[in-house]
């Protein structure tokens, strides 16, 4: 009744149902994801009549770090396409039946089939954040809170500049990125192919754009990567210089992002996730009005399974990414490792 195929032969034999509705099923964001790390990636489906009814995209990890099957490595989060609670107990079973010693995990955002059908317990959640910009763009700016309004007014006012960059630019982007979460979070960034591959995919085909934030000398000191996918655009990466925090980059750059989306006609920003204990970045986004949910993440372990304790991984990421370390070890660090972090 379940049939597996490699992802590759999936996409170019099978009619998805689906498939490009959401960013991370879409093709687009699949390429990245495989050009960026090579995942073992795979589709399991149902068919009926002649019809794929159910499918789930899913990779499989197999490293020093972890044992997993993951729907999917790599995404925010990523809901299956599956019709009926039986038809999740049937892909379940066959993925028990072809990886017996691995755990299988998932992040659903609106798979309620997946949270309800009895294969999974719930193991976290985390805030994802929603806006709609179907009005028209005076009733958009009104609906931002006031202190998101007066912050977007402060970095005008400061001589902030937002515009779209060049792909040479894309570098100095990176180069912010991977400061900020070094110094401010204490780990490494996603490594520069990423990014890279993103460009290629996304924005040199007029599928998203990346915003620069510039002060009155013309330095970069923030910037914020959209994707465009269906009628929703996503804030999928954003960084700001720690230094120049008064300039508001934040604000300002999805604002100009938001303007930049009621041009193109689009209907939803998608703000992403954010964890319960990032109360700044929850903050941050309720002051867009945006509808604030639940990412809810399941998963299922065989008896006995052994969890990493990834203390290999906290002592590498303490090496490459602690604040003494010159940036470009630091990059080299997260090129070696990211590929294991599915």
């Given at each position: 009744?379940?049939?597996?195929?490699?992802?590759?032969?999936?996409?170019?034999?099978?009619?998805?149902?689906?498939?490009?509705?959401?960013?991370?099923?879409?093709?687009?964001?699949?390429?990245?994801?495989?050009?960026?790390?090579?995942?073992?990636?795979?589709?399991?489906?149902?068919?009926?009549?002649?019809?794929?009814?159910?499918?789930?995209?899913?990779?499989?990890?197999?490293?020093?770090?972890?044992?997993?099957?993951?729907?999917?490595?790599?995404?925010?989060?990523?809901?299956?396409?599956?019709?009926?609670?039986?038809?999740?107990?049937?892909?379940?079973?066959?993925?028990?039946?072809?990886?017996?010693?691995?755990?299988?995990?998932?992040?659903?955002?609106?798979?309620?089939?997946?949270?309800?059908?009895?294969?999974?317990?719930?193991?976290?959640?985390?805030?994802?954040?929603l806006l709609d910009i179907r009005g028209d763009i005076d009733s958009v700016w009104k609906g931002l809170k006031d202190k998101f309004r007066n912050q977007v007014r402060q970095g005008t006012k400061r001589g902030l500049v937002v515009r779209p960059c060049e792909r040479r630019e894309l570098w100095d982007f990176f180069c912010i990125h991977v400061k900020l979460r070094k110094h401010k979070y204490g780990i490494f960034s996603q490594p520069w192919r990423f990014f890279e591959v993103i460009w290629e995919e996304f924005i040199a085909k007029g599928n998203g754009f990346l915003l620069g934030a510039f002060d009155p000398e013309?330095?970069?000191?923030?910037?914020?990567?959209?994707?465009?996918?269906?009628?929703?655009?996503?804030?999928?990466?954003?960084?700001?210089?720690?230094?120049?925090?008064?300039?508001?980059?934040?604000?300002?750059?999805?604002?100009?992002?938001?303007?930049?989306?009621?041009?193109?006609?689009?209907?939803?920003?998608?703000?992403?996730?954010?964890?319960?204990?990032?109360?700044?970045?929850?903050?941050?986004?309720?002051?867009?009005?945006?509808?604030?949910?639940?990412?809810?993440?399941?998963?299922?372990?065989?008896?006995?399974?052994?969890?990493?304790?990834?203390?290999?991984?906290?002592?590498?990421?303490?090496?490459?990414?602690?604040?003494?370390?010159?940036?470009?070890?630091?990059?080299?660090?997260?090129?070696?490792?990211?590929?294991?972090?599915?």
């Amino acid at each position: 009744m379940v049939k597996t195929l490699p992802l590759e032969q999936a996409l170019q034999t099978l009619s998805l149902p689906g498939h490009s509705d959401n960013l991370f099923s879409s093709p687009m964001w699949l390429n990245v994801i495989n050009r960026a790390y090579r995942p073992d990636v795979f589709v399991k489906y149902i068919e009926r009549d002649g019809r794929i009814e159910s499918y789930v995209f899913y990779s499989v990890v197999k490293n020093f770090l972890e044992w997993k099957v993951c729907v999917l490595s790599y995404c925010d989060y990523c809901d299956a396409h599956i019709v009926s609670a039986s038809d999740w107990i049937a892909v379940f079973e066959d993925i028990k039946r072809e990886y017996p010693g691995f755990r299988i995990v998932v992040r659903s955002l609106r798979d309620d089939i997946a949270r309800t059908c009895g294969c999974f317990k719930e193991l976290s959640r985390e805030y994802f954040h929603l806006l709609d910009i179907r009005g028209d763009i005076d009733s958009v700016w009104k609906g931002l809170k006031d202190k998101f309004r007066n912050q977007v007014r402060q970095g005008t006012k400061r001589g902030l500049v937002v515009r779209p960059c060049e792909r040479r630019e894309l570098w100095d982007f990176f180069c912010i990125h991977v400061k900020l979460r070094k110094h401010k979070y204490g780990i490494f960034s996603q490594p520069w192919r990423f990014f890279e591959v993103i460009w290629e995919e996304f924005i040199a085909k007029g599928n998203g754009f990346l915003l620069g934030a510039f002060d009155p000398e013309g330095k970069m000191v923030g910037g914020t990567l959209f994707l465009v996918c269906g009628n929703t655009l996503y804030y999928k990466i954003n960084t700001s210089s720690q230094n120049a925090l008064e300039f508001r980059s934040n604000n300002c750059l999805l604002w100009e992002g938001i303007r930049l989306a009621k041009e193109r006609g689009l209907e939803f920003i998608d703000l992403g996730s954010s964890g319960f204990n990032q109360e700044g970045l929850v903050s941050f986004k309720d002051a867009t009005g945006a509808r604030r949910m639940e990412i809810v993440h399941i998963g299922y372990h065989p008896q006995g399974y052994v969890f990493s304790q990834k203390r290999v991984l906290k002592a590498y990421t303490r090496f490459f990414a602690a604040a003494w370390m010159p940036d470009w070890i630091t990059n080299m660090g997260s090129a070696l490792i990211y590929k294991f972090l599915a």
